[in-house]
């Protein structure tokens, strides 16, 4: 059995992840910032398959602390997978941001990603396989008015990616990326509306897709597991957009 760490796991596309991962019987290790709805998350993994393991972590990747990751390793089976998904989005233009609205989306969008990886890597070279995800965005692709320090950071984001996939290739470590587009999570502040103004906002986001429809969570996870699994073990320094074709209408 193989291990799988999520960061972003308490909600949206990570829990989505989190609970493919559990029926795909593997170990995993939870992180987030919220506890309460971590703990519901590892309690759903469980429910799902009582076979494995899952370690929750409490841990605001804006204040890092690796003791806490490297700690947990040894808890589970192999950790072969890590799937960089914490992120928040704030809006503003260069002239509205704040200096604070760069440092915190840089600090959570990239830089936690970033420390995550390099406390994984050795252990990935010791065993001779490990696999990247980066969830990115659209808008590291194709930005939008409005999203310059989001948009920005997620492109890195992308580049960072490439390069991992190159320098990890020889040690059997690798990088892929996906770009969700416009989803039903609580990273929008749609998510939080009440029903019926909620629904009039997501059908007037969805005439901006080719699909006519919003993404789901679950619609995500499926390609990250994809991509992060053995499933696509011939696959690295790939960038796949999961976005309704809302870059290309």
Request: glycine share 6%; aromatic share 6%; with cysteine.
């Amino acid at each position: 059995m193989a291990a799988a760490l999520i960061t972003g796991a308490s909600s949206g596309i990570g829990a989505a992840t989190a609970k493919l991962f559990a029926q795909n019987n593997y170990d995993l290790i939870l992180v987030a910032r919220n506890e309460q709805r971590l703990r519901d998350i590892q309690k759903q993994c469980l429910d799902l398959n009582s076979k494995i393991k899952v370690i929750s972590i409490v841990l605001d990747l804006k204040n890092y602390v690796s003791s806490k990751i490297l700690s947990s390793l040894n808890q589970v089976s192999s950790v072969e997978i890590l799937v960089n998904n914490a992120g928040i989005y704030e809006r503003g233009s260069t002239t509205e941001s704040t200096d604070q609205i760069w440092e915190d989306q840089f600090q959570i969008n990239l830089m936690g990603a970033v420390k995550i990886t390099r406390d994984l890597w050795p252990y990935f070279e010791k065993n001779k396989k490990g696999s990247i995800l980066n969830v990115s965005s659209t808008l590291g692709i194709k930005p939008a008015p409005g999203t310059s320090a989001y948009s920005a950071i997620k492109a890195a984001m992308i580049n960072w990616t490439l390069c991992l996939a190159q320098e990890g290739g020889a040690s059997n470590i690798r990088a892929n990326c996906v770009c969700p587009g416009i989803v039903d999570t609580p990273i929008h502040s749609f998510h939080h509306l009440p029903s019926e103004q909620k629904n009039k906002t997501m059908n007037q986001y969805a005439q901006f897709q080719l699909l006519d429809q919003i993404g789901k969570p679950e619609q995500v996870a499926e390609a990250i597991y994809f991509l992060a699994s053995d499933k696509s073990s011939w696959t690295t320094g790939s960038v796949l957009s999961i976005d309704g074709g809302i870059n290309i209408k």
